[in-house]
Nanobody, 124 residues
Framework: QVRLVESGGGLVQAGGSLRLSCAAS????????MGWFRQAPGKEREFVAA????????YYAGSVKGRFTISRDNAGNTLYLQMNSLKPEDTAVYYC?????????????????WGQGTQVTVSS
């Protein structure tokens, strides 16, 4: 069973930075590809960033490209999302997720396991 636990959310002013972490159960990274999604109030969950299946490539939503960076620590079984130059429109609950081989990295339906989410609020 895959367990994902996010942390690192909080309240930050526009222009500030936050780093989100996602602690994964052992061997998750060797069996699944990882991604980050977010959901703002009244909106659908949307793709933020993800690794390709073998971890050699990364994908970003256009709205965060150049500001957010996805990374991971394989030894520590931890996924990260470094968020810089934050904007009020980045306010959302952020989720990490794991997907099995195949499927689109950017589609929520490709992902089999989800964390509980961590709230990020950016004030103007």
């Amino acid at each position: 069973q895959v367990r994902l636990v996010e942390s690192g959310g909080g309240l930050v002013q526009a222009g500030g930075s936050l780093r989100l972490s996602c602690a994964a159960s052992r061997r998750t990274f060797s069996s699944y590809a990882m991604g980050w999604f977010r959901q703002a109030p009244g909106k659908e969950r949307e793709f933020v960033a993800a690794f390709g299946w073998y971890g050699s490539s990364t994908y970003y939503a256009g709205s965060v490209k150049g500001r957010f960076t996805i990374s991971r620590d394989n030894a520590g079984n931890t996924l990260y999302l470094q968020m810089n130059s934050l904007k009020p429109e980045d306010t959302a609950v952020y989720y990490c997720a794991a997907r099995s081989p195949g499927g689109s990295a950017t589609n929520t339906r490709s992902y089999n396991y989800w964390g509980q989410g961590t709230q990020v609020t950016v004030s103007s």
